[in-house]
């Protein structure tokens, strides 16, 4: 994208954050882009060194069954691919506009990569924990294959308060597809997934 069209990209996905507590941005990477990850993270994936995923920050987590079905892996930024090198290039880039633009005070982020299988889900909950606030920002990259259907479930869905009720926002979780939103204040749930769903979550954090 030529620079000042990915500035106004960037500056509507930080309306509609600041508006609504939460964005969808369809194409922040590319099919190709999209293609190189998926198959990085089956590559892990099929090597085995995925973990079935726990409760809690990086540091802190338990397993708990019932609560979440997917399996993760940790990106260490330390120890990039050339392909999460791709990634990290984007998406650094795009904080360092959130920071310059919105005084946010991002200072780290954390982020895994999640394959859920058939038949799993993440039951409703927020994405801090009692130990750990620093988290303000969740953002989840959807690394599915183009002929992802709604049939195939795995839908994002956003609960947004309103006076005396809720609004439920579903998100299909198609490929190159970015979903950002308060990690403080917004509670969301994965539906059940009938087709492995793929993506990179991450979490923008304070000091
Ligand atoms: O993959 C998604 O759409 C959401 C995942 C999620 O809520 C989480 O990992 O905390
Ligand atoms: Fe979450």
Same mark, same amino acid.
């Given at each position: !994208? #030529?620079?000042?069209?990915?500035?106004?990209?960037? +500056?509507?996905?930080? /309306? /509609?954050? %600041?508006? $609504?507590?939460?964005?969808?941005?369809?194409?922040?990477?590319?099919?190709?882009?999209? $293609?190189?990850? @998926?198959?990085?993270? !089956?590559?892990?994936?099929?090597?085995?060194?995925?973990?079935?995923? #726990?409760?809690? /920050?990086?540091?802190?987590?338990?397993?708990?069954?019932? %609560?979440?079905?997917?399996?993760?892996?940790?990106?260490? +930024?330390?120890?990039?691919? #050339?392909? +999460?090198? %791709?990634?990290? $290039?984007?998406?650094? $880039?795009?904080?360092?506009?959130?920071? @310059?633009?919105?005084?946010? &005070?991002?200072?780290?982020? *954390?982020?895994?990569?999640?394959?859920?299988?058939?038949?799993?889900?993440?039951?409703?909950?927020?994405?801090?924990?009692?130990?750990?606030?620093?988290?303000?920002?969740?953002?989840?990259?959807?690394?599915?294959?183009?002929?992802?259907?709604?049939?195939? &479930?795995?839908?994002?869905?956003?609960?947004?308060?309103?006076? *005396?009720?809720?609004?439920?926002?579903?998100?299909?979780?198609?490929?190159? =597809? !970015?979903?950002?939103?308060?990690?403080?204040?917004? *509670?969301?749930?994965?539906?059940?997934?009938?087709?492995?769903?793929?993506?990179?979550?991450?979490?923008? =954090?304070?000091?």
């Amino acid at each position: !994208m #030529a620079e000042d069209a990915l500035i106004k990209y960037y +500056e509507s996905i930080i /309306n /509609n954050l %600041i508006e $609504n507590k939460f964005a969808i941005a369809d194409g922040f990477f590319s099919g190709e882009e999209v $293609n190189l990850l @998926r198959n990085n993270l !089956m590559q892990k994936y099929e090597a085995d060194i995925f973990k079935k995923s #726990a409760i809690g /920050n990086k540091d802190d987590a338990i397993i708990v069954t019932g %609560i979440r079905g997917d399996f993760i892996l940790w990106l260490d +930024e330390q120890h990039l691919d #050339a392909v +999460e090198q %791709i990634y990290f $290039n984007k998406v650094n $880039n795009f904080i360092a506009y959130l920071n @310059r633009t919105c005084f946010l &005070g991002l200072v780290d982020g *954390e982020f895994h990569y999640a394959l859920y299988p058939n038949n799993t889900f993440y039951k409703r909950h927020l994405d801090v924990f009692q130990k750990d606030s620093r988290r303000m920002l969740s953002v989840i990259f959807y690394l599915n294959d183009d002929d992802w259907q709604t049939a195939d &479930g795995g839908e994002l869905v956003i609960y947004l308060p309103k006076p *005396e009720t809720e609004e439920a926002v579903v998100v299909h979780p198609l490929g190159g =597809r !970015m979903v950002i939103f308060n990690s403080r204040e917004l *509670e969301h749930e994965v539906k059940f997934v009938h087709r492995p769903r793929k993506s990179i979550t991450g979490w923008l =954090r304070t000091r």
